[in-house]
């Protein structure tokens, strides 16, 4: 198997699977798959030269969440309503990264934090200003808000934030593990 095969197949937006696939992999119709599609237009599949329907990993994560809503009792409209809220807030489906958004300029830990997050399980969004945090928030809706909270501007965007029902977490948290990082990298020169 060569490299490009696999960084390929590990790349979780990448339309792979039929339909045919799709519907074994999860225990559902096709034709129940292309009625989602088309009712509620929230898993939209790439089409192959040939006009065939070709989902990726994330669809497929996506499309097990509402077959588990459904399965459940809630009808797919409820299903599909909570599976766009999710999307929304950048919450995670299986393999998809969950969105954290890093709100501070005091101590520098944002380009560390984001070492040491943003590997296959996170998806970490700087920020080192008020304004810019805020403009994230709104537009790319984090599942969970990691504030610098004894800068006032941050202070205030912490609370709307927590009024919107976001999770948000004093940047004093991760203090210590920052400076254990630290220690370890000048051990490690």
Known sequence: MNSGYRRQMAERSVPLFSIGAVARMLDLSAATIRTWETRYGNIVPQRSQGGQRLYSRDQ???????????????????????????????????????RVLLAESRLGAATVLKELLGGDAFEVLLATDAESAEQAFRELGPAVVVVDADDADFGELAERIREAGVKVLPLELLERPLALVDELRLALQ
């Open 60 to 98: 497929v994560d996506q499309l097990r969440f509402v077959g588990g809503e459904v399965a459940r009792g809630r009808r797919p409209g409820e299903a599909h309503r909570l599976l766009a809220e999710r999307v929304a807030r950048g919450d995670s489906f299986g393999g998809t990264r969950l």
